[in-house]
């Protein structure tokens, strides 16, 4: 098959979409499937393989890792792209980008996948004078364009019930973004790590990798770090990735005497990254609006156990009491979960044994299969739709 994806973001930015179109077009590229990127240009940045990325003019947004795509600026020949011969079109968003790969696919006849990544009604903080029509207009955004494609992926079920609730009619699937198993097996040697990062000794690791944002949910867990601090001190966070928010939070540890408990990191690269989770002890993550938490996967692959917030895309990853926890939006439960792996050692590698076994079941393998399965209906269907 050859297959175009239309997305608001690429290399070199750094998120659970562009770890899940790589993640996808990596496996598949192996069966012999041939990719092709549309996506948003970015200032001094050259493609690896430019053949195959088709990139846009853009303007600056309000986060500078996520240009605005304008793709009304260059306008994509139909022609052009109807030499590409695809055979299915797969986007990643709803507007810019996502609006251009369903006309491509309209004008071209030509089906059309949509991965519904973000639970975007969690992003109105972003513009807080609107913020309340600004969840609204999200809603029939999702629910007006998922209805225009042939096809909807989610992460998980939770994330596919929404959609039905929103008044998505579409088919549905969930598939999960795949996790190469392998990438988790060469973590960073504990002590390197405390070198690096200036981290105590003889303290327990409690690890976060994800973007330092609002819609994090990060206010929840720094109050937990803070009650967990007045009961003991054998502890400490690290916080690893970038976002809006990472200066605030810097200075709101500092202000709460709380710097000898946590560090942060910064932005990392991807392949750094993935050596973090199995140099901890303890996966901390504390959203509640993830469709998927592909992080919570990461650090069961490495072995680790994770305690999280028992909401959208994590209570679909993690067994609960089995290969790590699940609570409710409650500081003081999500303290007891931790205190209580912190405490008990055995319990802690036997939970995160079973978290590694587990973990095979979002394999990228398993989860490529299952995209590829569904790739191969949509077309069959969409053929015999137009057929009659």
Partial sequence: MRIGIF????WPTQNGVVVSIETFR???????HEFFIFAPGYRNFRDQNPAHVFRFPSMPSTQKEY???LPFLAPLQTAHIRDLRLDIIHTQHPFSM???GLKVGRRLDIPVVYTYHTLITEYAHYIPLFSGLAQKVAIDLSRSYCNATDQVVTPSSSMKELLRRYGVAVPIEVIPTGVTLADFGNPFHPERLRIKWQLPEDKKLLLYVSRIAKEKNLDFLFQAISRLSQRRQDFHLLMVGGGPELEHYRGFVRNSDLSCLVTFTGQQEKTETNRFFGAADIFVFPS?????GIVITEAMAAGVPAVAINKMGPSDIIQDGVDGYLTPLKVEEFCERIEKLLDDEGLRKKMGTKAKQNAERFSTENMASAMEKLYERTISNYSQSQAI
């Fill in 7 to 10: 997305t608001q973001c690429y």
């Fill in 26 to 32: 990596k496996e598949l590229e192996r069966r012999g």
């Fill in 67 to 69: 240009p605005l795509a």
């Fill in 98 to 100: 996502g609006k251009l």
């Fill in 288 to 292: 509640i609006t993830e469709t998927q």
